[in-house]
């Protein structure tokens, strides 16, 4: 699949595959995710290949089940268990919350901010990437901010010429990426998080804590209608930011079934 992307960077009109081998698929699979030019959720061909194919979909919330409805799943495939991604991190509590990985950097808990930034939509374009390490730069003269920067982003922000301004702000402390315990200590004792990843989103709902998603969407829109997840762009950020610093950020609920035994009810469900 990877060798077919390279041949595809070329941006061909059309894709052609034969038969029914494996690499068929692949090509199928690779042509589709090029070609299909929505860099702000490249994931969801991989889901909606992955759901077809299986023959239980348990998922972790309403919206997830009427989703698989609208596609035409059948109602006995549906089950719904809860998020797993929770029991991760109740299994790993105790050295998530020895972690204090905040520590390292000097900072009181509630007392700064963490970011995440790798998205192909976010970072790999100058005019998009820009902008948003100016967002930063104003963002930690008002809370200092960790962050964890992605193998992809730091290559970026070379390239652009992006790393020396981020250097240069004293309230931003720059740092490789972390393991999970490591970064989930951090998250858990910050006051906010500005990230473009899914996972974090479900996780920031679950912890109660503002999260600031920089993309035009999201693939988690029960941590928006019910958790503390909100949209942002590098124009809004700032002011985001404020609400959450002036204590005015609406708290979120946890969704039902989120409460780190998802696991255990998919056991249940395999009889």
């Known amino acids: 699949m990877s060798s077919w992307a390279c041949v595809l960077s070329g941006l061909p009109d059309l894709t052609v595959v034969i038969g029914d081998v494996n690499s068929t698929i692949a090509c199928a699979l690779a042509a589709k995710k090029l070609g299909s030019r929505d860099w702000s959720m490249p994931e969801e061909i991989n889901?909606?290949?992955?759901?077809?194919?299986?023959?239980?979909?348990?998922?972790?919330?309403?919206d997830a089940d009427e989703n698989l409805r609208?596609?035409?799943?059948?109602?006995?495939?549906?089950?719904?268990?809860?998020n797993i991604m929770i029991d991760s991190y109740e299994m790993m509590r105790p050295g998530i919350e020895a972690a204090r990985t905040r520590d390292k950097f000097g900072l009181p808990a509630q007392g700064y901010g963490a970011v995440t930034l790798h998205r192909p939509g976010n970072v790999d374009a100058a005019e998009t990437l820009g902008p948003l390490v100016d967002a930063l730069i104003q963002i930690e003269a008002r809370i200092p901010l960790v962050f964890a920067i992605h193998p992809r982003t730091r290559a970026r922000l070379n390239e652009f010429g992006l790393t020396?301004?981020?250097?240069?702000?004293?309230?931003?402390?720059?740092?490789?990426?972390?393991?999970y315990?490591?970064?989930?200590?951090?998250?858990?004792?910050a006051r906010i998080i500005i990230t473009d990843s899914g996972g974090i989103q479900e996780e920031t709902t679950y912890l109660d804590i503002p999260c600031l998603t920089l993309r035009p969407n999201t693939e988690r829109p029960i941590t928006i209608d019910q958790g503390t997840n909100r949209l942002a762009t590098a124009a809004t950020v700032g002011g985001c930011v404020d609400e959450v610093l002036a204590g005015s950020w609406p708290s979120g609920r946890k969704p039902v079934l989120w409460g780190g035994k998802t696991a255990t009810r998919i056991v249940a469900d395999l009889g």
């Open 47 to 62: 889901r909606m290949v992955t759901d077809a194919i299986s023959d239980i979909l348990w998922t972790p919330s309403p």
């Open 164 to 179: 020396g301004k981020l250097d240069a702000a004293a309230g931003i402390h720059l740092t490789e990426p972390m393991g």
């Open 70 to 82: 609208n596609e035409g799943v059948a109602e006995d495939r549906i089950r719904r268990v809860g």
């Open 181 to 189: 315990v490591e970064f989930m200590g951090l998250v858990r004792e």
